[in-house]
């Protein structure tokens, strides 16, 4: 592991200990599609290797076990995740689940993270889906994933990392990514036959706050021409050690709502309604207030863009 690797990994609390044959967690929503439509949706927080890349903003790593992924592990993880489906689906009064996405902390086509011989029974688990949904860094898309689309009835989409699309502070993420190595990635999805959905960084680390909405946008764009069908956005979570380093360096700041708020509303405008924009409402609710005067109406705001795409802004008689 290259020595800057082992600096920041130094940084981090204890890894908690987590079970490679159990699921972390299954989750049910409708999710907005780039046309307006809403799918029912599934998403299994699967248990597994870390990734090898060491990005100065990961906090995944939590979720992942030391080692590689025992072969076997995943199948089974899946299979009590989808016991789990009908009472979630019932408590969320949907009739069904048209799309899966399967989310390991980590790289689906990282053979540490998902073993060869598991790829063809988890294509069986998720045989009943219309859509499945899985994660990967840009290097890592080959060959596996034309071959894993294939072993599916329905229809394959890789969600991918841009992060940012300001390429100074790209290169200074960890993420050992270009821009053009992200636009070969994407072109072989497309190639393939592979739908695109793309992560995006609110807070990212090297970006001065006064810039952050203004490259939020530019990613969104990025995604857009790559082809993207949706782009989440993530707000940068501290706790990992180096985020807290930057931060004392001046080299980082904790994103707060109103500039989610503001990043969401700029990235809907400048996807055009091409693309499904969405903030990930994944701890929603840690994300600073700022302003608690503002705090409830922005969480509203931010919501309420999420499932209708239209961008608005909160006006606040206190923070502006």
Not at 165 to 172: D, N, V
Not at 261 to 279: F, N
């Amino acid at each position: 592991m290259p020595t800057w690797d082992v600096a920041v990994r130094a940084l981090r609390p204890p890894r908690p200990v987590h079970d490679p044959w159990r699921p972390q967690g299954v989750t049910v929503e409708l999710e907005r599609g780039p046309g307006g439509e809403f799918t029912p949706s599934a998403t299994v927080f699967l248990t597994g290797a870390e990734c090898p890349f060491t990005c100065v903003f990961c906090d995944l790593w939590r979720y992942t076990i030391d080692g590689p992924t025992p072969a076997g592990a995943l199948p089974a993880q899946l299979a009590a995740a989808l016991d789990q489906l009908p009472a979630l689906l019932r408590e969320a009064g949907l009739d069904r689940c048209d799309q899966l996405k399967l989310y390991n902390a980590s790289n689906f086509f990282d053979r540490h993270a998902v073993p060869e011989a598991d790829l063809e029974p988890i294509a069986r688990l998720a045989g009943g889906f219309r859509r499945v949904v899985v994660e990967c860094h840009p290097r890592l898309v080959d060959e596996r994933v034309r071959r894993f689309a294939g072993r599916l009835p329905g229809r394959l989409e890789v969600a991918m990392g841009l992060e940012t699309a300001h390429p100074e502070a790209l290169s200074r993420l960890g993420k050992q990514l270009t821009l053009e190595q992200f636009d070969r990635a994407a072109e072989r999805l497309r190639a393939d036959a592979v739908d695109l959905r793309v992560f995006v960084l609110v807070g990212v680390p090297f970006v001065p706050a006064a810039e952050q909405a203004k490259w939020v946008s530019q990613s969104v764009r990025h995604a857009a021409r790559a082809g993207a069908r949706s782009v989440a956005l993530i707000p940068v979570r501290g706790g990992n050690g180096e985020l807290e380093r930057l931060r004392g360096l001046g080299e980082f700041e904790p994103p707060d709502l109103a500039l989610l708020e503001e990043c969401l509303a700029g990235g809907l405008q400048a996807a055009e309604g091409s693309v499904a924009v969405q903030v990930d409402p994944w701890d929603l609710g840690q994300v600073a207030a700022g302003c608690e005067s503002c705090r409830d109406a922005r969480v509203a705001a931010i919501r309420e863009m999420n499932g209708t795409g239209v961008a608005r802004r909160t006006v606040c008689g206190d923070c502006g």
